[in-house]
């Protein structure tokens, strides 16, 4: 599994493009066509406290944007949590390719 750490302001839009590769070297893109996508952020007890919407910017090149509005930021309290992305292929084969650790941090400044 890839490791990749996000940092989230809450209360405003979030997006974080990802080009997924096969191999290490990031020659080889993976073709997202025919896979499901899926991500989500846990607390430390495995309960979700937020899902990315995923934009499929390329996937014939393994290009995605995990996206996430200012009003669902907002819904998630500062702290630490972990997140990952799940692949399904046609077949039911289930993967899970990359996630990391989130930050996520309270803003200062508010809508008046």
Known sequence: MTLLDLYIENDTDFAQRIVMYS???KQVPIDLSDYALRAQIKNSAG???GE???IETNAA???ISLTLSAAETLAIAAGSYSWDL???????QVLRWIGGNVTVATTVTREA
């Open 23 to 25: 191999d290490c070297q």
């Open 61 to 63: 090149i393994g290009e």
């Open 47 to 49: 309960t979700a406290v």
């Open 52 to 54: 990315f919407v995923i």
């Open 86 to 92: 799940r692949m399904e292929d046609g077949d039911g």
